[in-house]
């Protein structure tokens, strides 16, 4: 089983802020994505990263693949009240399917 | 908009019952998944179809579940003789294919499942 650990967990912060949420594993992965759920919803792919050390931008967003193949971060720049979600990371190995983290419960206060 | 429909949004019954669920794929995708969220959790992969075939299904998967893709377009997902432990979101998603860039899914919005 290819476990994904996401912290943290939950994580508040004020608008204009920047935070940091980390996606590590032990097993390396071909492809990582990033996925934003809000409540009721299902997740919706942010991005996907593929090769090992790559950096992407998705306007505030920067997410970053780990040289290994095995972690990522997702960075987020001057937080929006929009921000708010459920980020969730998903790593594909050789078994055809994603599996996903728990997620990191962010919250951001006007 | 022609992305993942799934059906009802949300069902409540009594244990014991059946229920059913329905989920439409985008349609130029050929694999269909269904995954399980509790809260708190991320998705818990339950099974996928490639085309009209099931090819792979999860432990969690107990024999009161079946799903079924008989055309290679729509699915279902049937649970017999609910269990209180059987509320959780149901998730459908679907995918263009496998292979670097292509492992991405794009989901419904679920069925949001309490039992009594």
């Known amino acids: 089983t290819q476990l994904l650990e996401q912290s943290p967990q939950f994580l508040s912060i004020q608008e204009g802020e920047n935070l940091t949420v980390y996606c590590n594993s032990s097993s390396v992965f071909s492809s990582l994505q990033w996925y934003r759920q809000e409540p009721g919803e299902g997740p919706v792919l942010l991005v996907t990263?593929?090769?090992?050390?790559e950096v992407k931008k998705l306007k505030r967003l920067t997410f970053q693949f780990g040289d290994a193949r095995k972690d990522s971060s997702l960075h987020i720049t001057a937080a929006q009240p929009g921000d708010t979600g459920l980020y969730l990371c998903?790593?594909?190995?050789?078994?055809?399917?994603?599996?996903f983290g728990k997620g990191n419960q962010v919250v951001v206060i006007p | 908009d022609t992305g993942v429909s799934q059906n009802p949004r949300h069902k409540i019954t009594k244990r014991g019952q059946n229920v059913t669920f329905r989920c439409d794929p985008i349609s130029e995708h050929n694999r269909l998944y269904w995954y399980r969220q509790t809260l708190g959790q991320g998705p818990e992969f339950l099974t996928y179809?490639?085309?009209?075939?099931?090819?792979?299904k999860s432990r969690l998967l107990s024999d009161r579940f079946s799903a079924e893709r008989p055309k290679g377009s729509f699915s279902t997902l049937e649970i017999q003789r609910t269990e209180q432990g059987d509320s959780a979101m149901y998730l459908c998603?679907?995918?263009?294919?496998?292979?670097?860039?292509?492992?991405?899914?794009?989901f419904g919005s679920g069925t949001q499942l309490s039992v009594l």
């Open positions: 990263v593929v090769t090992g050390g």
């Open positions: 179809f490639q085309n009209e075939a099931q090819l792979e």
């Open positions: 998603a679907s995918s263009p294919g496998w292979g670097p860039y292509n492992e991405k899914l794009f």
């Open positions: 998903a790593g594909a190995g050789g078994n055809n399917r994603l599996a």
